[in-house]
C-alpha cells in the first residue's frame, strides 16, 4: 500500500516478487486531495487501509481528515468513510482492536478513534496539551502508547490505553536536545526516536524500563 500525497490516492501493489513489482490498482479520492499515512487493520476477514490526510502537496494546508478504505480486494479498493477530527496535519496512526490512535504536526490535539462501524466511526476521546505535536506513536509489548513530541521541546509521551474511551497520560519527557522527534523505535527498554534537525538530524535514546519515569 503506498499512499499519493500528490493527487489524494492511493496505490495497491503486488510485492510477491520483488524484482517486478506490480500495480494492482490505483484509488483517487473524490474530494480528498491529499493523504499522508496508512496503517493496515484486519477483522473479520475484511482488511482495511486506514488513513490520514496530512498537508497538501503544493500549498502546505494542513488536512484533519482520517478515512477507511476496503482493500480485501486489492484489485477494487473502496473507499467506506472518512470523518474530519479536528487534528490539523493528521499524522501517524497507532491501532490496537478497533481503535485508532492519531496526533497532527499543527495541533495540540491527540485523538482516539473508534472504527468498529467502518460506515460511522466516532471520535471518543481528545486529549490536548501544548505539547502534543505530531504524536507518531507506537504501542509497545506492555500495551503502553508512546508517542514522539515534536516541537522546539521535542521528547516522548506514554499512554495508558487499557480503556481506550478513557486514556491517560502516564509521564512524559521534553528536551532541547529532542527537538523535533518524529518517529518511534522499541528495542528492549529503549526507545529510539528519529529528530527532523536541519543539520544533519540525529537520534534520542530514551529509557522506558519505567514508563512513569522516562530517562534521556
Do not use: C
Not at 499519493?4 to 496505490?11: Q, V
Not at 490505483?26 to 493496515?40: A, D, G, P, R
Amino acid at each position: 500500500i503506498v499512499t499519493d500525497i500528490s493527487r489524494g490516492g492511493l496505490f495497491i501493489l503486488d510485492v510477491s516478487n520483488p524484482k517486478k513489482l506490480t500495480k494492482l490498482s490505483y484509488l483517487n479520492f473524490k474530494n480528498v486531495e491529499n493523504v499522508l499515512h496508512t496503517k493496515i487493520y484486519q477483522d473479520k476477514g475484511k482488511t482495511y487501509a486506514l488513513l490520514t490526510g496530512g498537508f497538501h502537496y503544493k500549498t502546505y494546508e494542513p488536512s484533519d481528515l482520517f478515512a477507511i478504505v476496503d482493500i480485501t480486494d486489492p484489485k477494487s479498493p473502496k473507499l467506506i468513510s472518512k470523518i474530519n477530527t479536528g487534528v490539523l496535519g493528521t499524522e501517524g496512526i497507532s491501532i490496537k482492536n478497533h481503535y485508532a490512535y492519531v496526533g497532527g504536526y499543527m495541533s495540540s490535539k491527540f485523538v482516539v478513534i473508534d472504527f468498529s462501524n467502518p460506515k460511522n466511526m466516532v471520535i471518543v476521546k481528545e486529549l490536548n496539551k501544548p505539547y502534543y505535536r505530531q504524536m507518531v506513536s507506537k504501542i509497545g509489548s506492555d500495551g503502553v502508547l508512546y508517542a514522539a513530541l515534536w516541537g522546539e521541546k521535542g521528547g516522548l509521551a506514554t499512554f495508558n490505553i487499557e480503556d481506550p474511551k478513557n486514556i491517560r497520560e502516564i509521564s512524559y519527557i521534553t528536551n532541547k536536545e529532542l527537538s523535533k522527534a518524529n518517529r518511534v523505535n522499541i528495542s528492549g527498554d529503549y526507545i529510539f526516536i528519529p529528530l527532523e534537525l536541519e543539520e544533519g538530524g540525529g537520534v534520542g535514546v530514551i529509557d522506558r524500563s519505567n514508563p512513569k519515569k522516562l530517562i534521556l
